[in-house]
C-alpha cells in the first residue's frame, strides 16, 4: 500500500485526478470504477477542468459505479445517478452507454447483481477503481460483518451510514435503508485502487484500514490484501495513523509520485 498525505483537499483532489488522467492517457478505452458521495467532488471537477482545458478524453472510456440506494429513481436528487450526471457526465464526453450504475429499481435484484459482475468481466474488469471511505470504515456500502469476499449484492445500511448520509435527505427517514453495492471481492479484483479521504471525521477508519487488523468489521481493511493500492488522503484524515511519519518519508522518496 501507498499512502499520500496532502495539506489540503484540493491537493488531495488534483493528485487523484492526475491518477485518472495517467489510467486515460495510457488506456483510452480504461474501465474506471466510480464512487459517490462528498469525498470525490473534487476530483470529479478536476475531471471536467482537464477535458475542458486540456482535453482529456472520456470517449472510450467505461465506468462501472460502486453502489445504489434501493427504491430511488434515477431521476431522484439524492440517487447516484442523478449525483453522477451532474458532477460528472454532463461535462465530459462519455458516451452514455458506456456508463453502468446499479439499479435501485430493478424488479429482479438477483439477476441484475449477476448481469452486473458479468457485465464488469465482460468489459475486461475495472483498471482503476476509486473509493472514499465510511466513518464505520465501509467501502461502496459493504458495511461492517460484510464478506470480505462478498459480490455485488443488497446490504442493509448501518445506523451509521444512515446517520451520516441523512445531511443529503430531508429527514433521517429518508434515508433508503437498503442499498444494492459492488461486494467487497469485487472491488479486490479491480487493478489498481485509490482511496480518498479527508477530515478528522474520517480518521478512525483510516487508521483502522491501514494499520488496523484485516477484518469484515472494518471492510476497507480488505484493501491491505491488494497488491496496488493507493490512499491519497489530507492531513486530518491522516492524523490518527500511528506511522504517519514513516508514510511521510516512503512518501518524499516515491520515484514517480502523482
Ligand atoms: C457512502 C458511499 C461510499 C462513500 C462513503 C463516504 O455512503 N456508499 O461509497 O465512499 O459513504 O461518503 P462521503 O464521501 O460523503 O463521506
Known amino acids: 500500500m501507498e499512502i499520500i498525505v496532502k495539506d489540503t483537499v484540493e491537493e488531495m483532489s488534483q493528485v487523484a485526478a492526475r491518477v485518472v488522467a495517467k489510467t486515460l492517457n495510457a488506456k483510452p478505452d480504461a474501465v474506471l470504477g466510480l464512487a459517490t458521495g462528498s469525498t470525490p467532488l473534487g476530483l470529479y471537477q478536476e475531471l471536467v477542468r482537464m477535458h475542458q482545458a486540456e482535453g482529456l478524453d472520456f470517449s472510450q472510456v467505461t465506468t462501472f459505479h460502486l453502489d445504489a440506494y434501493v427504491g430511488l429513481k434515477q431521476k431522484h436528487p439524492q440517487s447516484y445517478h442523478y449525483f453522477m450526471d451532474e458532477n460528472l457526465f454532463r461535462h465530459i464526453n462519455i458516451p452514455h452507454?458506456?456508463?453502468?450504475?446499479?439499479?435501485?429499481?430493478?424488479?429482479?435484484?438477483?439477476?441484475?447483481?449477476?448481469?452486473?459482475?458479468?457485465?464488469?468481466?465482460?468489459?475486461?474488469?475495472?483498471?482503476?477503481?476509486?473509493l472514499g471511505i465510511g466513518t464505520d470504515g465501509h467501502i461502496a456500502f459493504n458495511e461492517p460483518s460484510s464478506s470480505l469476499g462478498s459480490r455485488t449484492r443488497i446490504k442493509t445500511l448501518a445506523k451509521q451510514t444512515i446517520d451520516d448520509n441523512a445531511r443529503f435527505f430531508e429527514s433521517p427517514d429518508e434515508v433508503p435503508v437498503y442499498a444494492i453495492t459492488?461486494?467487497?471481492?469485487?472491488?479486490?479484483?479491480?487493478?489498481?485502487?485509490?482511496?480518498?479521504?479527508?477530515?478528522?471525521h474520517k480518521s478512525d477508519a483510516v487508521a483502522k484500514a491501514i494499520e488496523g487488523p484485516v477484518t469484515s468489521m472494518i471492510t476497507a481493511s480488505a484493501l491491505q490484501l491488494h497488491p496496488d493500492v493507493l490512499f491519497i488522503i489530507d492531513r486530518e484524515a491522516a492524523s490518527s495513523l500511528d506511522m504517519l511519519e514513516y508514510y511521510e518519508w516512503i512518501q518524499d522518496k516515491m520515484p514517480d509520485a502523482p
Open 182 to 200: 459492488m461486494g467487497v471481492g469485487t472491488i479486490l479484483e479491480a487493478e489498481r485502487i485509490i482511496l480518498l479521504a479527508h477530515g478528522k
Open 97 to 130: 452507454q458506456n456508463v453502468y450504475i446499479p439499479s435501485g429499481t430493478t424488479d429482479n435484484y438477483e439477476a441484475f447483481c449477476k448481469w452486473y459482475e458479468q457485465r464488469i468481466v465482460e468489459c475486461g474488469g475495472i483498471d482503476l477503481q476509486v
